[in-house]
């Protein structure tokens, strides 16, 4: 995943960007960069790495070592950028945040058609934001260049792109996958992936860029170079997990969106008569906590914190790059409040069920520490599908994710032509699915949200919605 900003004005707007891009840290851990622009300096550029350390203490000097009229920033858990650019389209710094599926395909057919070069990175990969440049610089113009990169990607492409011209293109990817905002103060405009992060900074929320949409920014004026199309269908996980409390898509609230998926989930259980007779309701910390708000409000089962999440000092339970020293950091993060657990039956909502392992952890830790009984609410649907657009859910082999795992346990691989069975919790396949999770993983029982009561929650036509990961369709 990751996240953007960028900001474009008559005087200096680095600092804009600094704290702008510090706003997206929830959506990346390996790498940052800012670049920009200044009519003596022309284009600067800085990137490190972010794996153990946040981009704040890594990008905190950077005020006095750059400045700019024009300048944007990324978080991400992909390649280092932005890349400074030279082309017959000029000088320019770009940005992407998405999934190029067919990059080895993409580089291939460029390196043979046109005779040229990308650099190489270690092991032999290129960077998929100089594969992007160099699709863009085969067009006569950005726009007609963008669109030809975004219709050639199998995937997700957002782009955004700083000129010397002291402006900035920002360009939604085609499906509309992931949102741009427009934001826009006194002699500046902003482009950003959340619009809380302008909000803090003095901007004004103008306008969300439509699937496909290329527009450019200047201090004065947002014009737009190319059309975007009505129909689009933004990740339903911007809801439920990636996105931060404050964050509103398509004028849908991160914090109310679940909210009132818990008290949907919560009406589900209700309906089937399945409402543990628990002691409290909890959220598995930070994005399960609203979900369980939710289902508290509406079960008038208690809420509590059963345990709370140590950040200060691992803000990110998955920054080490070990697989093993992540897995003991994200346990030690875990503080039980031993009043709350102890002879208790708990009632968690976490906000999805990807692979379970540090689902098993964390029941596990409670049972450690006195707890009767966990149940366990998913407030997303069966995760069926590793996700062709974003980086999340994506691993190795589908038959990591659990479900596909526990399919293959019970029935071979024939069992896949009957997901829509599993993933419906009225059918025996359905009930034989979270029997078997629930024996793996010690809970005493397991629901999760069907794609009808998510879609309810966020409140848009289930058209514009990707629910993908869930059902396979595209």
Not at 174 to 191: D, F, M, Q, S
Request: net charge negative; hydrophobic share 35%; proline share 4%.
């Amino acid at each position: 995943m990751g996240g953007f900003f960028g900001a474009v004005g008559k005087s200096d707007v680095l600092s804009d960007v600094f704290f702008g891009t510090d706003y997206h840290s929830h959506l990346g851990t390996k790498s940052a960069g800012i670049a920009s622009y200044d009519e003596d300096l022309g284009l600067q550029r800085k990137i490190h790495n972010i794996g153990n350390s946040p981009f704040r203490t890594k990008f905190e000097g950077i005020l006095e070592r750059q400045s700019g009229t024009a300048a944007i920033g990324c978080i991400n858990d992909t390649d280092p950028q932005p890349l400074l650019v030279r082309s017959k389209l000029g000088r320019y710094a770009l940005c992407i945040v998405g999934v190029i599926n067919n990059a080895e395909e993409l580089i291939e057919e460029y390196i043979e058609k046109s005779s040229g070069q990308l650099a190489a990175m270690t092991g032999g990969g290129v960077n998929s934001t100089e594969l992007v440049a160099a699709l863009i610089n085969q067009k006569g113009s950005f726009a007609e260049g963008i669109r030809y990169a975004q219709e050639l990607i199998e995937g997700t492409a957002l782009i955004i792109i700083l000129t010397e011209n002291n402006s900035i293109i920002a360009a939604r990817d085609l499906k509309g996958t992931l949102p741009v905002h427009i934001g826009k103060r006194e002699e500046a405009h902003c482009v950003s992936f959340e619009h809380f992060a302008y909000q803090k900074l003095g901007y004004e929320s103008t306008y969300e860029l439509k699937a496909g949409e290329i527009v450019e920014l200047t201090p004065d004026s947002m014009k737009v170079l190319s059309e975007g199309f009505d129909d689009m269908r933004i990740c339903s996980f911007l809801w439920t997990y990636y996105g931060f409390p404050t964050s509103t898509y398509e004028g849908v609230n991160v914090e109310t969106m679940r909210c009132r998926n818990g008290e949907i989930m919560a009406n589900n259980d209700k309906k089937a008569g399945c409402v543990p007779d628990a002691d409290c309701v909890a959220g598995v910390p930070d994005s399960g906590t609203p979900h369980a708000i939710g289902y508290s409000n509406c079960s008038h089962i208690p809420f509590a914190r059963p345990f709370i999440k140590y950040t200060p000092t691992w803000p990110r339970s998955f920054m080490p790059a070990n697989q093993k020293e992540r897995n003991r950091i994200a346990k030690m993060k875990q503080i039980p409040v031993n009043e709350l657990i102890k002879d208790k039956e708990l009632l968690f909502v976490d906000d999805s069920i990807v692979r379970g392992t540090q689902l098993r952890e964390t029941v596990e830790f409670l049972y450690e520490n006195g707890a009767k009984k966990v149940h366990m609410r998913s407030a997303c649907p069966p995760i069926m599908y590793g996700c062709k657009f974003l980086n999340f859910s994506r691993s190795t082999s589908e038959n990591d994710l659990i479900t596909r795992s526990t399919i293959l346990k019970l029935e071979g691989e024939e069992g896949f032509d009957h997901i829509d069975e599993y993933s419906d919790p009225s059918t025996e396949r359905g009930k034989k699915l979270r029997e078997a999770i629930c024996k793996e993983l010690h809970l005493a029982s397991l629901e999760y949200q069907t794609i009808e009561g998510l879609i309810e929650a966020i409140g848009l036509d289930r058209s514009k919605l990707c629910t993908y990961c869930w059902d396979g369709k595209e």
